[in-house]
Every structure is written in C-alpha cells, then in structure tokens.
C-alpha cells in the first residue's frame, strides 16, 4: 500500500526567499501530483510528474521528481503573499489500480511580509 | 470549459438522518471519483467509476454509503443514517479516463460538499 509524507506540515516564510517542500513516498509509484488548495476551496492541479528526473515551473514554483529516491520536491522561489495555501502530493498507479491517488497530510504554507 | 460542478456545497444534519450529494463532471470526462477530506488531512478515495461502472470501491464503507451513476455522467453519493464522524468534505473528481494519454490524466475536482453531522 502506498504511503505519503510530506514535510514540513507548517511552513511560514518571509516574501522574498526560498523554501522547498518535501514529498516521499513508501512503494514505486507510476505518477506524482502536486495540488493547491486556499481554504474553503477545492484542489487545483498544479503539476504532473511522470518519469524519474522530470522537472515541471510554473511561475515561482517548480517541481521535481526522483523516482529511485522516491522523493519528489517542490520548490518555490522568491515567495509571494498569492502562494500561501496548502500544498499536497499524491502518488498514483496504472493498470488495475488506475486512479487511486494516495495523498500526503498537506503542508499548509503562509508568505508573510 | 466548465469545471466539475456539485451541490449542494453545505449541508448540515443530525446524525441518523439520510444525506444525498451530486455531482456533474467535466463534459466528456468518463471518470468520476469520489473522495472525502477530513479537516487537516488530504483526500481519500471512496469510490471510482469509468463510465456508470464503479471499478473501484474497495474504500467504500458499504453498511451506509451507497453511490451511483446512471447513464455514465452525473453521479450521486449517499449516506444512510449519518454518523458524527461523517463530518468532512465530499470532493467529486474526474479525468478522461484510463485509455487518455496512456492512463496519466489529471484529477480535475469539483468545489465540495461540507457535510456537518450534529
């Protein structure tokens, strides 16, 4: 069964710096997701990783994934008021277990003047 | 394109009461999911269909939650007697499905049904 830990589970930064956010996951996972979600809300896809070594950006955000250390990161750079919401990942499968994701606590970030 | 939409988005009852939640995927999205989010935590499945087929409801607690989706679009998830602990938020998701782009698609959720038991 596939586990997910993500870390830190409470991140408040200053804007302006950096900061990264750890996932990792106990079994081999076919795909890694990482969500947003402001409060109240819903989640929104921000990145789909697929194979070991992928890096997606978006913006201050970027993401990666190293399968063999099955740990993916996402990183942010130069925070921004805009980025504070929670942050989760979630591992998933093909084949017959296509769709399930498995998801991590979440790391609620707060960007602070 | 219009995102997944479901209503009603609060609903408060008392427990043993019955509880109903809807839900209108994507246009032409064939999977459909149902996850419940407790307070704090992320999402965690329940149910799963392609099409009207539930492939995967193995998370499912079956003595009082029952799910259906006729005709393979709208889908409803119901509760019957609802518990204390049902409190939480029902997200309803979908994605092409399994043969898009190689069984890789995004998970497109819908806004949530916060659920309060008294």
């Known amino acids: 069964e596939l586990k997910v830990e993500q870390n830190p589970l409470f991140l408040s930064m200053q804007e302006g710096k950096n900061y990264t956010i750890y996932c990792n996951y106990s079994?081999?996972?076919?795909?890694l997701y990482w969500y947003r979600q402001d409060p109240g809300k819903s989640l929104e896809s921000l990145f789909v990783l697929l194979s070991n070594g992928a890096v997606k950006q978006e913006g201050r955000l970027m993401a990666s994934l190293d399968t063999k250390a099955r740990l993916s990161t996402l990183h942010i750079t130069a925070a921004v008021h805009d980025l504070s919401a929670t942050y989760f990942c979630?591992?998933?499968?093909?084949?017959?277990?296509?769709?399930?994701?498995?998801f991590g606590q979440g790391t609620i970030l707060t960007v602070h003047p | 394109e219009a995102g997944v939409v479901q209503s009603p988005r609060y609903k408060i009852i008392e427990k043993k009461q019955p509880v109903a939640f809807w839900c209108n995927p994507i246009?032409?999205?064939?999977?459909l999911y149902w996850y419940r989010q407790n307070l704090g935590q992320g999402p965690e499945l329940l149910i799963r269909y392609e099409n009207e087929e539930a492939v995967d409801d193995s998370q499912l607690p079956k003595d009082r939650f029952s799910a259906e989706r006729l005709k393979g679009v709208d889908s409803t998830l119901k509760i019957q007697p609802a518990e204390l602990g049902d409190s939480a938020v029902y997200l309803c998701a979908s994605s092409r499905g399994q043969g898009a782009r190689g069984g890789k698609e995004t998970q497109y959720f819908g806004p949530g049904t916060r659920l309060l038991v008294l």
């Open positions: 979630a591992g998933g499968f093909g084949g017959t277990s296509y769709g399930k994701l498995t």
């Open positions: 079994t081999t996972s076919d795909r």
């Open positions: 246009s032409g999205h064939n999977t």
